[in-house]
């Protein structure tokens, strides 16, 4: 047998951040603690309750084809797809069929153009909730869902987990779905089948309701296992529904694959037909409110120099970054009539290091977001240009920024009050060192026979005796004149 060819397509939903639900007025609180509390007759499937159409819900749809290169349609409209489940009251879900918002897009992952084949709008189910009995809660029931559907262009685990990755980020940045897998606010499909390089596509498998990007790229992987496997002994794999199984690393069978002919789908006689050139869904006025991932990418490497990819995932300490330089540049501005090419990449490098290193160090997973983040951007681009200035050392800047952390205080005024500025006075130094020196007589004179780390033990002593306020410059040009 030849090397077995992995096909691979995803269907992706994501909770729509609006308002309301997708066809009532109901708040939109999927994960509302209390059960069954932003409910109504339209969402619990009362007989004779008329839906209406969230306008909110259908532009944000169309912001998201619009970022994912989609050709949106001039004419959409919803469906009803018929099936019975416990937490689905009507007995039918408003979907669409026939007609998406968006059709043939495209998102790039490392320059590979991953097909979309649609986008369409639909409304989710409620939730069960099994303990010693099983429990429904309809406060997700009607919240607006966006699926994708891509083409089946992905080829491994790792590439599937990469799409969806950066699917999250776009509609994060859009303002369109929080997509927090964890609360089930997106959720990830998988489409899969092995066949022989050239022949025709193997028999498909769906993997349901993945809630992890870990777990995305582990089930695509173990069913690419498991179906080659099977192939390999002459076997037929069988057409069917697959769920991961956490505890045991593997997907299990739930039920035989539905076809859509089995949810006998007819158009929604409740709701009109969509014309998207006409107010207020005219599709030409619903434009891009915000810089997608990948143009931030281009522009931080084309604008700073720099590669960083938590300033591209953690949109908020991106623009916090931002704010830094524009305030930092300012401040050396201020200091100098000029500021050229060089100093400004010593800036940037000086801001990225503290704010990826120390900054994130203290706020221990946190965000600059939260309301028990205290440092504007103003004070740490001040902070940033004493280090760039040399009017204070690397470890005091540890300690202002601490205590920056700690109080929301200016640097300037933590460094005066706690007289923490670097001394830079020669005949200050000279004073010290030569305390430093008949303190520790015999590193002295392992210096004057040429042992160069006595020399590192004399400085490191001159810093622990001024806690860390010489300036380690001007304190090694001393004791090199002294030595020499």
Known sequence: MTELKPTIGLEIHAHLKTRAKMFCSCKNSATESEPNKNVCPVCLGHPGALPTI??????KVVEA????NCKIADFSRFDRKNYFYPDLAKGYQISQLKHPLCKSGYLKI?????????????????????????????????????????EP???????ARQFAEELRLILRYLDVSDADMEKGQMRVEVNISLAEEGSDLGTKVEIKNLNSFKVVEQAVEYEIKRQAAILKKGKGVVQETRGWNEKKQKTVSQRAKEEAHDYRYFPEPDLPPLDLNEAPLKKEE???????PQNRRERFKKEYGIEKELFITDKSLGNYFEKVISEGLNWLKNKKSRVDKKEKEELVSLCCNYILSDLQGLLEGDSIEGENFKITPENFAELIVLIHTE?????????????????????????KEKDLKQVKDEGKLEKIIEE?????????????????????????QV???TRGKADPEAVNKIISRKFN
Do not use: C, W
Not at 54 to 59: D, L, P, S, T
Not at 65 to 68: C, H, N, Y
Not at 436 to 460: M, P, R, W
């Open 65 to 68: 084809g619009r970022a994912l």
């Open 286 to 292: 619903i434009t891009l409110r915000s810089e997608l």
């Open 54 to 59: 969230n306008e909110q819900g259908v532009k």
């Open 436 to 460: 430093v020196i008949k303190e520790n007589e015999e590193a002295a004179e392992d210096l004057k026979s040429g042992k160069k780390e006595a020399k590192q033990y004399l400085i490191g």
């Open 463 to 465: 810093m622990a005796k």
């Open 153 to 159: 262009d992905i080829s491994s685990g790792k590439e």
């Open 391 to 415: 009017e204070i050392s690397s470890k005091i800047a540890k300690k202002v920024l601490k205590e920056m952390f700690e109080t929301g205080g200016d640097p300037s005024q933590i460094i």
């Open 110 to 150: 490392n320059e590979k153009e991953i097909r979309i084949n649609r986008i369409h709008l639909e409304e989710d189910t409620g939730s069960l909730i099994h303990n010693d009995k099983s429990l429904v809660d309809f406060n997700r029931s009607g919240v607006p869902l966006m699926e994708l559907v891509t």
